[in-house]
């Protein structure tokens, strides 16, 4: 970096700095929805198949027998 202007390593390192800061926010965000998916999982069983309304809003929530599930944003009732 040393044959760098300052602008540039300025530049590079507030590049630098948005990079692990997103990296830190994702691996989190992938912590909690690793976490929400093991929770839902284990709330559902299997061989479910129902409606749910979270924040006015519809879902089509659907299990199998392999705790598989699936969560399909379906129109307003």
């Known amino acids: 970096m ?4 300052i602008e540039r390593r ?4 507030l590049a630098v700095g948005r990079y692990l800061r997103s990296a830190d ?8 929805f690793t976490g929400a998916c093991k929770s839902l999982r284990k709330q559902l069983g299997t ?3 129902f ?6 809003k519809h879902y089509l929530v659907t299990s ?3 705790g598989n ?3 399909e944003a379906i129109p307003t009732l």
């Open 2 to 5: 040393s044959d760098l202007d």
């Open 10 to 13: 300025v530049a590079l390192s």
């Open 25 to 32: 926010r994702f691996n989190q965000t992938s912590r909690d």
């Open 47 to 49: 061989n479910q198949r």
């Open 51 to 56: 409606v749910a309304q979270i924040d006015f």
């Open 64 to 66: 199998d027998r392999d």
């Open 69 to 71: 599930f699936d969560v």
